[in-house]
């Protein structure tokens, strides 16, 4: 390896630099995000908006909007690795960020794993990690600490491309990683732009019997600040403790001549100067034996004196988040109190500010920020971070309009062209299609076949189809398919797709089966795109569920959605434990919402329902929508399940 040329005191670590001695790049990947869903924004507001902008499967993050809600801003909770996220959040937000706060995985098992509840009576299952998040988690603690500095020394230098300059940046970590966080930012941001590293200390004992068993028990996180330019916005914080007149006495506070109350400490750094001023106001008290204390005044409220205690650098009065209210848990396993987050937010970002999370769990600084009246963006790898999230949001009283992004297609493109190469000319464009192909039958355990229009591979009997990465499979391309297969006598047909134009999935599979054709629609996986994921032969394809409804019309020019069924096809593949728990199909629906006037683009939820830990019972029926006019609408059912998978139906219906 090559001589590395140090110039200043730094962490290094395995992987740090390249073998030529270089610093190894931080990857800078610019992708457009698909608007996938809108929350609690109407249609009306959001095509005014859009006007002009070309519609599609979902609409492309534009990204024009202004910074305050009147003129067109909206909130983001995106789904995706928070490295192409940032990356591709740049080209927007760089130095516009106001604060980031992070809690980036610990290397404590716990960091994807939650407990979800089933059916009314809310049983609880423990959620087994997905492979994509295993594989996040390999990526962060594979190769122990290398891994996770590497890992967060990316991050960090793009959240410091993101962060204004009045702003700052909060890390969450513990014992474990406190000390190497600190060198990493030091060494982005600069020794002289550390602000604090509180000391949250949330309860008395340590967790588990190992950390009390020959040391002090470790009971604290850190958080560590550092500021990302010149002037930062910090707003202190106070405690405020009530004493009855004789307790006041007791511990030494005073009256002066006229009645007031106060306290006093010794003159510190104050310049004579500084004095000679105080005393003119009459706050400098002379002790008995002549020495000089600065007078603090005390206010006093109901007959009790009252002491403002300014708050430190050691935060010991939020406890942990086994001791939360019932209302904020939300069975996270690493989810944080919102008062902790609170003190975050009310001290370095002002209303109106941006705040980010790019490791947001289950939202807890998205919900504050939410609360407080900041602007937010929150980013997650897990699908089920991203679903606890939404329902803690829709919880919030006028929880202000958001909006679901993700790099969908766009990440598949990126990950095509770095996998399987960027073609220019058609030979070679076809070579990497032939790839892309052969890749995904091998996953799929199938073989390619040659020659056909619409038949890309077979597995056993069946014949098999596979969708574009930058589309969704159509209807028509699956009837094509259906006939080719009906065509050459073949009797079963799997399709495999990354998105799917609609979730017509039991009339299709009816429809073939009237053709001598069994069909199959699968899910294919995002851990497809995981190098090691599918190197381990770690992917698993999903059948498709799908969703039978009516729609009423109780009166003159209303529709209502009742939900039929909710049918997983291949249950066998769910696991036992949850299998058991599951009453009546309904069980495995979590949430589900209502797009009354589809426009085969974004998913824009006008009604919705969804169980919370509190209230079990979910209701199947919506309310009933009143049309501003009569016509013919497409009303689009959402069913999110217990594992935080979407499943979409379209319903055209005429109102009279
Ligand atoms: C410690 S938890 C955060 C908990 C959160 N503070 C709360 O209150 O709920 C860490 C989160 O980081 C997410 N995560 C891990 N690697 C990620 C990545 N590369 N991109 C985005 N999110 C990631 C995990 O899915 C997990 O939800």
Redo the contacts with the bound molecule.
């Keep these: 390896m090559a001589k590395i040329d140090i110039t200043r005191t730094e962490l290094v670590w395995p992987g740090k630099y390249n073998e030529d001695g270089t610093l190894k790049e931080v990857p800078r990947v610019s992708l457009p995000f698909q608007v996938i869903e809108t929350v609690n924004e109407s249609r009306a507001t959001r095509e005014v908006k859009k006007a002009g902008v070309q519609g599609g499967l979902f609409d492309v993050y534009e990204g024009k909007e202004g910074d305050t809600f009147e003129a067109g801003w909206r909130n983001k909770l995106i789904w995706?690795?928070?490295?192409l996220?940032m990356g591709s959040l740049l080209e927007k937000f760089a130095g516009k960020i106001d604060l980031i706060y992070i809690?980036?995985?610990?290397a404590t098992g716990a960091?994807?794993s939650f407990v979800t509840d089933v059916g009314e009576a809310g049983l609880e299952v423990e959620k087994e990690p997905s492979a994509i998040?295993e594989k996040?988690y390999r990526d962060?603690w594979g190769a122990g600490v290398d891994s996770f500095l590497s890992?967060l020394g990316q991050r960090i230098t793009l959240m410091k491309a993101l962060l204004s300059q009045s702003g700052v940046v909060v890390v969450?970590c513990d014992w474990r990683m406190a000390h190497r966080v600190r060198v990493l930012l030091d060494e982005s941001f600069g020794m002289d732009a550390f602000l604090n590293s509180v000391v949250w200390v949330y309860g008395e004992s340590a967790r588990g019997a190992k950390a009390i068993a020959s040391q002090f028990p470790r009971n604290h996180d850190d958080l560590i600040c550092y500021r990302g330019g010149e002037k930062w916005t910090f707003n202190g914080d106070s405690l405020k403790r009530v004493y009855t007149v004789e307790e006041a006495r007791k511990i030494g506070f005073r009256q002066d001549e006229q009645g007031r109350w106060f306290k006093t400490a010794p003159r510190g750094d104050y310049t004579d100067e500084s004095i000679a001023r105080l005393a003119k106001e009459g706050r400098i008290h002379k002790t008995s034996t002549g020495g000089i204390r600065i007078k603090y005044f005390l206010p006093m409220e109901s007959g009790n004196v009252v002491e403002l205690v300014p708050v430190g650098d050691a935060w010991m009065d939020i406890a942990d988040a086994m001791h939360m209210p019932d209302a904020e848990q939300?069975g996270?396993a690493?989810?944080?109190p919102e008062a902790l987050l609170a003190r975050v937010a009310r001290a370095f970002s002002n209303e109106n500010d941006l705040v980010a999370?790019?490791?947001?769990?289950?939202?807890?600084?998205l919900a504050v920020a939410e609360k407080l009246g900041r602007r937010w963006i929150g980013?997650?790898?897990?699908r089920w971070?991203i679903h606890v999230t939404r329902k803690r949001l829709l919880g919030i009283e006028n929880c202000k309009p958001f909006e679901v992004l993700n790099l969908g297609k766009y990440e598949r493109q990126y990950w095509q062209g770095v996998t399987f190469g960027e073609a220019k000319d058609k030979p070679l464009a076809e070579q990497a299609l032939y790839e892309y192909l052969a890749f995904i039958l091998k996953l799929y355990g199938a073989q390619p076949v040659a020659g056909m229009a619409h038949l890309h591979g077979k597995k056993g009997k069946a014949m098999i189809h596979i969708g574009a990465v930058d589309a969704p499979v159509t209807i028509a391309e699956i009837d094509a398919a259906v006939d080719e297969c009906a065509k050459l006598k073949q009797s079963e047909l799997h399709v495999l797709g990354w998105e799917w134009e609609m979730g017509l999935y039991d009339l299709m599979v009816e429809a073939a089966k009237k053709k001598g054709v069994k069909l199959l629609l699968l899910q294919i996986p995002r851990e497809v795109m995981e190098q090691q994921a599918a190197a381990k032969g770690d992917v698993r394809f999903f059948e498709l569920a799908y969703l039978e409804a009516e729609i009423k019309q109780p009166k003159k020019l209303t529709a209502q959605v009742v939900l039929k069924d909710f049918v997983i096809p291949n249950t066998e593949l769910i696991p036992e434990d949850v299998r058991s728990k599951v009453k009546k199909r309904s069980d495995y629906i979590d949430y589900w919402a209502v797009d009354w006037d589809f426009q085969n683009d974004t998913f824009m939820q006008g009604w919705v329902a969804y169980r919370t830990r509190k209230e079990r019972k979910l209701p199947l029926s919506s309310d009933a929508h009143t049309y501003g006019k009569p016509g013919k609408y497409r009303i689009l059912v959402k069913v999110i399940d217990i594992f935080g998978n979407d499943t979409s139906q379209a319903f055209d219906v005429e109102v009279k």
């Design positions: 995706g690795d928070n490295l996220v809690d980036p995985p610990f960091d994807f998040e996040a962060t890992m969450h939300t996270y690493t989810q944080k999370d790019v490791f947001c769990g289950s939202g807890t600084t980013c997650d790898l897990g971070g």
